[in-house]
């Protein structure tokens, strides 16, 4: 049976967007981030003109998704969040890219990708509404 670390990071990976949170000068934020999960490993594509990227490198950051807006066949619904030490990383151009096409613009500027990687030390699921949540290895999708 997988841990609650291990179910999260295979719930994260059903999704294609998340949120990033940590601290900025002593403030919290949450930012959205287009991920990917690859050998247990969250790896994160973020607008570099945000600057996010500078206050995650180095640090703790909880990364989590959902399928709120889109529940599974069944009714499935869950949310889950990772928590671990972050680290920038140049990609390959495979891992680049299985990302998919980037965005043209970012709150009207230029998109400039920049990569990051979590590494999961804990793992929190959650699920909603009373219903079950989808077994382990259910290849499945959090959107249509």
């Given at each position: 049976m997988?841990?609650d ?13 998340g949120r990033?949170?940590?601290?900025m000068?002593a403030?919290?934020?949450l930012?959205c981030v287009?991920h ?5 490993r969250?790896?994160?594509?973020l607008?570099r003109?945000?600057?996010y990227?500078?206050a995650?490198v180095g640090?703790?950051?909880?990364y989590?998704?959902?399928?709120l807006g889109f ?19 140049e ?6 890219a299985?990302?998919g096409?980037a ?7 230029p ?7 979590v590494?999961p ?14 077994a382990?290895?259910t290849?499945?999708?959090s959107?249509?």
């Amino acid at each position: 049976m997988p841990t609650d670390e291990h179910l999260a990071v295979e719930l994260i990976g059903r999704a294609d967007y998340g949120r990033v949170a940590t601290s900025m000068r002593a403030l919290p934020f949450l930012g959205c981030v287009r991920h990917l999960v690859l050998d247990g490993r969250v790896l994160l594509r973020l607008h570099r003109g945000w600057g996010y990227h500078r206050a995650c490198v180095g640090s703790v950051v909880a990364y989590g998704s959902d399928n709120l807006g889109f529940p599974e066949p069944g009714g499935n619904l869950w949310s889950a969040q990772i928590v671990g030490r972050c680290e920038a990383i140049e990609p390959t151009a495979a891992q680049i890219a299985l990302f998919g096409p980037a965005p043209s613009r970012v709150d009207g500027e230029p998109f400039d990708a920049v990569y990051l990687r979590v590494e999961p030390q804990f793992g929190t699921v959650h699920s909603l509404d009373d219903h079950p949540l989808p077994a382990a290895g259910t290849p499945l999708r959090s959107r249509p």
